[in-house]
């Protein structure tokens, strides 16, 4: 049988991706003992301890928690500011609509470094230090540039003869934005919350900058453990690996929109 090179080429380039993930599965179930000693492709004495730890320490379960807590909160703001505006540059025009578009993505383009000073000075003064919003709203920043960036796009494809139709039919702004225009640039909104929620997942910069007990993220958590005997290696892989199960959900549930996204729209 003629095997294809693509193919082979496909396979090997697969492998190539999941032999980090890979090892870093093994060196979660392993003990630090076995991780600094020796190198094997499977663990000699399996354990999950190190998930133990995660599981039953608040330091390391509340990291979850709190990224859980202010990724949704930054998409659920993201959106909800991106739809209108993106939905304003695909219909209207408007004085400076242009420079104003280009402005908005100049600041997805600035690296998060750039912005951590002056909001932690902020959000210092004004006592949002340490709090899930804080984080939130740091995010949304670079989120909202990107979402109205993607669902402009969606929403360019979509005929402006639909909204004059809905309103000799009777229907309202709200009414038609929320009946007829939501559903057609579903798979949109589906690609924008996802970028939104991938970027404020695994942004490490401005989470840490921002959060010190309250509100610290797992990527938080993870940079800043260290004990007497030096780093809990095991522990750091067993966290990593649960860091990857959000992003994993996210992808899976919402893979037929970015399918669409990558045929559609700005993706």
Same mark, same amino acid.
């Given at each position: 049988?003629?095997?294809?090179?693509?193919?082979?080429?496909?396979?090997?380039?697969?492998?190539?991706?999941?032999?980090?993930?890979?090892? $870093?599965?093994?060196?979660?179930?392993?003990?630090?003992?076995?991780?600094?000693?020796?190198?094997? $492709?499977?663990?000699?004495?399996?354990?999950?301890?190190?998930?133990?730890?995660?599981? @039953?320490?608040?330091?390391?379960?509340?990291?979850?928690?709190?990224?859980?807590?202010?990724?949704?909160?930054?998409?659920?703001?993201?959106?909800?500011?991106?739809?209108?505006?993106?939905?304003?540059?695909?219909?209207? @025009?408007?004085?400076?609509?242009?420079? $104003?578009?280009?402005?908005? $993505?100049?600041? =997805?383009?600035?690296?998060?470094? %750039?912005?951590?000073?002056?909001? &932690?000075?902020?959000?210092?003064? +004004?006592?949002?230090?340490?709090?899930? #919003?804080?984080?939130?709203?740091?995010?949304?920043?670079?989120?909202?540039?990107?979402? +109205?960036?993607?669902?402009?796009?969606?929403? =360019?494809?979509?005929?402006?003869?639909?909204?004059? @139709?809905?309103?000799?039919?009777?229907?309202?702004?709200?009414?038609? &934005?929320?009946?007829?225009?939501?559903?057609?640039?579903?798979?949109? #909104?589906? %690609?924008?919350?996802?970028?939104?929620?991938?970027?404020?997942? +695994?942004?490490?910069?401005?989470? =840490?900058?921002?959060?010190? %007990?309250?509100?610290?993220? #797992?990527?938080?958590?993870?940079? =800043?453990?260290?004990?007497?005997?030096?780093?809990?290696?095991?522990?750091?892989?067993?966290?990593?690996?649960?860091? #990857?199960?959000?992003?994993?959900?996210?992808?899976?549930?919402?893979?037929?929109?970015?399918?669409?996204?990558?045929?559609?729209?700005?993706?």
């Amino acid at each position: 049988m003629k095997i294809n090179n693509s193919a082979i080429i496909i396979v090997l380039y697969i492998l190539f991706l999941m032999l980090p993930i890979y090892w $870093l599965l093994i060196m979660s179930l392993k003990t630090n003992q076995e991780i600094l000693s020796t190198f094997n $492709l499977w663990p000699e004495n399996l354990t999950f301890n190190n998930y133990k730890v995660i599981f @039953t320490d608040p330091s390391w379960y509340g990291g979850y928690i709190n990224s859980i807590i202010y990724v949704v909160m930054n998409t659920i703001i993201s959106l909800s500011v991106a739809i209108p505006a993106a939905y304003a540059f695909s219909r209207y @025009t408007f004085l400076g609509d242009k420079h $104003l578009f280009f402005w908005l $993505l100049t600041n =997805r383009m600035a690296p998060p470094a %750039v912005f951590a000073l002056p909001f &932690f000075q902020l959000y210092s003064s +004004v006592g949002l230090f340490d709090t899930h #919003i804080a984080v939130a709203l740091a995010h949304t920043l670079f989120n909202v540039p990107l979402a +109205v960036w993607i669902l402009e796009g969606f929403m =360019r494809g979509v005929p402006r003869e639909i909204d004059e @139709t809905a309103y000799l039919d009777g229907y309202s702004f709200f009414a038609f &934005f929320k009946k007829i225009f939501l559903p057609l640039i579903a798979p949109g #909104i589906g %690609v924008a919350a996802f970028f939104c929620f991938m970027f404020s997942w +695994v942004e490490l910069l401005l989470s =840490r900058t921002l959060t010190s %007990v309250d509100a610290k993220s #797992i990527a938080a958590t993870m940079t =800043r453990t260290a004990s007497a005997s030096g780093l809990d290696w095991g522990v750091l892989a067993a966290a990593g690996m649960l860091t #990857i199960i959000p992003g994993a959900l996210v992808i899976y549930f919402v893979r037929n929109y970015i399918a669409k996204g990558f045929a559609m729209g700005r993706v």
